[in-house]
């Protein structure tokens, strides 16, 4: 992959002129061409002549020419404009980190600016009115900051950036999810625009842009003969008279910026910076005279083009936000680059999972698990002791012994013992899922949301509640199985090559997640309020599980749980690398393929039942390894503990905190659980990958 | 790798966190429901020895119904948003319970309560049908009949009314109620006959929060079939829809720009409060004409009788102005 970056400063070739043809001529004729089809499109029929008057001949009074001059014709300069912005953003960005699969959200930047944007339209809404850019530019840079932090090693690796900026958004978007959760009535205004909408009711947003996007550009392109030097390596750069660092930092401020202006008008919208810049350099095309405005323009063209599909998916309800419909295309892009390119990992693909924690010596490991299950022991009273009412022990203690009211008896034994049994065996397989995950794939913060299992059953479930009129509960639970499975299946297959790389798995699995949760709001948005169910189970809750779904999970830990204790051995020998294997005559493809599929059965089995709570697959193992080591036998029943107790308190704490409003279960562990992934990160910064 | 914040993990809890929170505000204004279409009613054959007289109810609609028989329910679901958007008398006495949202009503409080009737309405509740049954009897309604079932949801408001007027041993009151509600319609027909309100057809519509939307209201709606029977003509005519509505934005409004316009909207809306400086806006034929009336946050379209009342008074007043 790096070859791409190996720009020669030869004087443009014929061949490089033809592709500078192909890319600014071919780029501008096909993008004015999609301008032409985004404007004409709408909610009502203008046809082509009266859209051209409106723009030559404007006459103030008719209400077409005012649809095409005030709403269609700022929707497509807004695209075309941030289309730019982004993929300018995504070349610098490439370059500076000699990353091919850096862009402004791969090192966290749309994410960070969106939560500063967020946080400050609610704590302090008049700093936020004074300048959005700023707001938006500072969030980004300090996500930027904290996505380097936390990747510096002695050598950055595209993945280790890549997963440590996957990282940083995630915990972003989780606090941005949470303040929404919280400050419901001062966000409603952010809902839309967040999802990445283009729609426009005015020239305001573009007249802002504009000149900011236009300005930075033209910084950009000044520096294009310092960015090629610095693709021929920084010492080869200093020989040749540059200042490497100056370079660097002034072309991510310039990036950032850009980024910052963008999600600053319509919200983060995903992709553009990692396609376009591609798509320039499979044209053929290197310097950077030609490579940033020809990402400029095809940015441009990839989000205009994705605006058309989204303006097209016709629905009753809502219109479909292009940030929604552009993982469609990105994330196979992204696939097949991840596919292209050699020697992702920047070595042998060897992370040191295994060496990145020391166990705690100062317990004995009977000791810990004894105070974990008493641990799980209190959580569990504390869940039948607390809630939207409160019983103290005594009565529990008389209901359990055939005593008690008849609301303790109903509250106990109805509401709250089933959906804390829930809760700890659905934490207690994702706990172990997210372990052998980690095992198999070698990377600190595999998880089964990052492989595609957790959107991919999200996926199927919502079909089935889409396609049938009245699905029943089974239906929905075999569908998330399916979906889960086959999303897994779908990573592996266009992971492999000559076997299963960590990383290219871990990037295919983000990519193929992207992708199943794109059809997921699509589907969302087109079935209309039909899925007000759905979405409440998306958001990975406990509430109202009764003693059936408890069944229906069970037998799923119960069995696979022994098993994994029983194969978890094998994850001792491969953290060792995949010699090591090899020569004490473990199958290791084999191994793979077993370990993987205990661990999607466990997550499906979980999703299906609880939705979709993540974080759980993430920090239990890793809290697990930091007490116990890295012995695989000790971690599966550790994991699982700890699993169970965060989803056991996380339950209760949801029922408690805005009694009688519940919190879903799936953002309470979010917001235990980003701080402590945060943390995480900054503890194993250097290890990973 | 862009897909990392804005879809993939902005899917779990980014995006997705949107949605939910989006389509739970669309159902604080709406309150949507969907279901078998061939019945308007589930487990319609509760038998009560003793009519009850400590319900929970946990849609709007319902808590209206009650109080229009003179009964306080025990619990409600989100009287503050009751409150904010259902203008009727009798109020809310202040000792009703608080039970959580609509959505996921706290199964804990309801139980405490120990109702002897739980009244609800079939898509929010008929997921949690077998708890709620578990704590006490439950009824749920589905107010959005299929279109091909062929039933108004004006008529499903009056049979679902009088069901609980039934239930609850009030047959007589609820007839009263449904035969005022009927008499002010035909009050309100006489009124606006002849007036200028009555010779354009009219449009209602509805500012969706937090959103360039407006939801506009098609025949199979019961806030136009309300004023249907004002002998008021609607002049939207979307596709067809279960709930009543289509959403659109102001592109969509020069087709009916010579309709009057009603619209329901808070008035802090950015969405709404840009339109004024719009000039698409400014050039529609009834915002020149001066043909567009707000009729307030507050009124509950998706309501019972008395909801229907104060609509048809809104209107009135609109009409005066």
């Known amino acids: ?689 | 790798m862009k897909m990392s914040f804005n879809s993939w993990m902005g899917y779990y809890f980014g995006q997705l966190f949107r949605f939910i929170v989006c389509f739970s505000l669309g159902f604080a204004v709406v309150a949507c429901t969907n279901g078998i279409p061939s019945q308007t009613e589930v487990n319609s054959s509760l038998e009560f020895a003793e009519p009850p007289t400590r319900i929970v109810a946990l849609e709007w609609v319902y808590v209206e119904d009650l109080l229009a028989l003179g009964i306080q329910p025990v619990g409600v679901a989100d009287i503050a948003g009751y409150n904010e958007f259902v203008q009727i008398e009798p109020q809310l006495a202040d000792t009703v319970v608080d039970v959580g949202t609509r959505q996921e009503p706290s199964l804990e409080a309801i139980a405490q309560l120990e109702p002897d009737l739980i009244i609800g309405v079939k898509l929010r509740h008929e997921a949690i049908a077998d708890t709620l049954s578990a704590i006490a009897p439950t009824l749920l309604f589905d107010p959005y009949p299929a279109p091909e079932t062929g039933i108004r949801q004006l008529d499903e408001m009056e049979q679902t009314f009088l069901k609980i007027a039934e239930v609850v041993n009030a047959q007589a009151k609820g007839e009263a109620v449904l035969q005022e509600m009927r008499s002010k319609f035909e009050a309100a027909a006489q009124q606006l006959q002849g007036q200028q309100l009555a010779q354009n057809p009219f449009i209602l519509g509805q500012f969706v929060p937090g959103a360039p939307q407006i939801r506009l209201f098609n025949d199979n709606a019961m806030a136009v079939q309300i004023l249907q029977q004002l002998d008021l003509t609607n002049a939207w005519q979307g596709a067809v829809d279960q709930f009543g509505f289509n959403t659109v934005w102001i592109e969509s409004l020069p087709a009916v720009q010579n309709a009057h316009f009603f619209y329901i909207t808070e008035e802090n809306n950015p969405y709404y409060q840009q339109l004024k400086e719009n000039p698409i806006w400014k050039n529609l034929a009834f915002v020149k004409e001066n043909r567009f009336y707000s009729i307030g946050s507050d009124t509950w379209i998706f309501g019972g009788p008395l909801s229907a009342e104060v609509f048809v008074e809104k209107v009135l007043q609109a009409n005066r102005l």
């Not at chain 1, 641990?375 to 055939?402: D, E, K």
């Not at chain 1, 499906?604 to 239990?620: D, K, P």
Request: charged share 10%.
């Open chain 1, 1 to 689: 992959m790096f070859k791409i970056f190996e720009s020669k400063l030869s004087p443009l070739a014929s061949r490089q002129l033809t592709s500078a043809v192909l890319i600014l001529l071919g780029g501008l004729l096909l993008l004015v061409m999609l301008l032409f089809i985004h404007i004409i499109q709408g909610q009502t029929d203008i046809n082509i002549g009266t859209t051209i008057n409106a723009i030559v001949a404007p006459n103030d009074e008719l209400a077409t020419h005012n649809i095409v001059r005030l709403m269609r014709l700022p929707r497509a300069a807004i695209a075309v404009i941030t289309g730019c912005a982004w993929g300018i953003a995504g070349a610098l960005l490439q370059t500076v980190t000699r990353n091919p699969l850096a862009s402004s959200s791969t090192l966290g930047i749309n994410a960070g600016a969106y939560f500063a944007v967020a946080a400050t339209g609610i704590f302090a809404p008049d700093l936020f009115a004074r300048s959005p850019v700023l707001v938006a530019l500072t969030g980004g840079l300090l996500a930027a900051g904290l996505t380097y932090a936390i990747a510096s090693g002695a050598q950055v690796s595209p993945i280790r950036l890549t997963l440590s900026g996957v990282a940083v958004s995630l915990a972003l978007a989780s606090f941005t999810a949470l303040l929404q959760v919280f400050y419901e009535n001062q966000t409603t205004g952010l809902f839309f625009w967040g999802a990445g909408s283009l729609l426009q009711t005015d020239w305001s947003n573009s007249v802002y842009a504009f000149p900011r996007v236009a300005i930075a550009a033209g910084l950009a392109l000044l520096m294009s003969h310092s960015l090629d030097v610095l693709l021929l390596g920084d010492d080869m750069a200093r020989s040749l008279g540059q200042r490497v660092q100056l370079t660097r930092l002034s072309a991510t401020a310039i990036a950032v910026f850009l980024a910052a202006v963008a999600v600053s008008v319509v919200g983060p919208i995903g992709f553009i910076g990692l396609v376009a810049p591609h798509l320039v350099r499979l044209m053929g095309c290197r310097p950077h005279a030609l490579l940033l405005p020809g990402s400029a323009i095809w940015g441009a063209v990839v989000l205009v083009a994705a605006d058309i599909f989204a303006q097209s998916v016709k629905t009753n309800l809502s219109e479909i936000p292009v940030g929604t419909v552009i993982p469609l295309v990105g994330a196979p892009f992204l696939i097949g680059l991840v596919r292209k390119t050699a020697n992702l990992d920047g070595g042998k693909g060897r992370t040191a999972l295994a060496s990145s924690h020391r166990p705690s010596r100062r317990f004995s490991y009977p000791l810990l698990l004894g105070t974990a299950i008493v641990a799980l022991a209190v959580a569990l009273v504390a869940g039948l002791v607390w809630g939207g009412i409160t019983l103290n022990l005594s009565q529990i203690l008389a209901t359990f012994l055939g005593g008690g009211t008849a609301l303790s008896q109903k509250v106990i034994f109805s509401l709250r013992l089933p959906r804390l049994l829930v809760a700890i065996f659905a934490g207690a397989s994702l706990a172990v899922s997210g372990l052998l995950l980690q095992g198999v794939v070698r990377n600190a913060i595999a998880g089964p949301e990052i492989v595609g299992i957790t959107s991919g059953a999200g996926l199927g479930a919502m079909c089935v509640l889409i396609l049938l009129p009245n699905p029943p509960v089974e239906a929905v639970a075999i569908a998330a199985f399916v979906g889960a499975f086959v999303a897994f299946a779908a990573v592996c297959l266009l992971a492999w090559r000559d076997g299963l790389s960590p990383a290219s798995l871990a990037l295919v699995g983000i990519a193929v997640s992207a992708f199943c949760s794109s059809g997921i709001n699509l589907l969302v948005v087109m079935a209309k309020l039909r899925v007000a169910q759905a979405l409440v189970w998306l958001s990975g809750s406990t509430y109202a599980r009764e003693w059936v779904d408890l069944w229906r999970l069970i037998a799923w830990p119960l069995v696979l749980l022994p098993i994994a204790w029983i194969f978890s051995r094998w994850l001792d020998i491969m953290a060792l690398g995949d010699d090591v294997p090899r020569l004490v005559g473990i199958p290791l493809q084999k191994a793979r393929g077993i370990l993987l599929t205990i661990a999607v059965a466990l997550a499906a089995a979980a999703v299906s039942t609880v939705g979709t709570i993540s974080f759980v697959g993430l920090i239990a193992p890793h809290a697990a390894r930091i007490l116990v080591g890295t012995n695989h036998r000790k971690l599966v029943p550790f994991a699982a503990i700890l699993g169970a107790l965060l989803v056991a308190i996380s339950d209760t704490i949801g029922r408690v905190v805005l009694a009688p409003k519940e919190i879903p279960a799936g953002l309470v562990v979010a917001a235990i659980g980003t701080p402590y992934f945060l943390w995480l990160l900054w503890q194993t910064r250097g290890k990973m990958a």
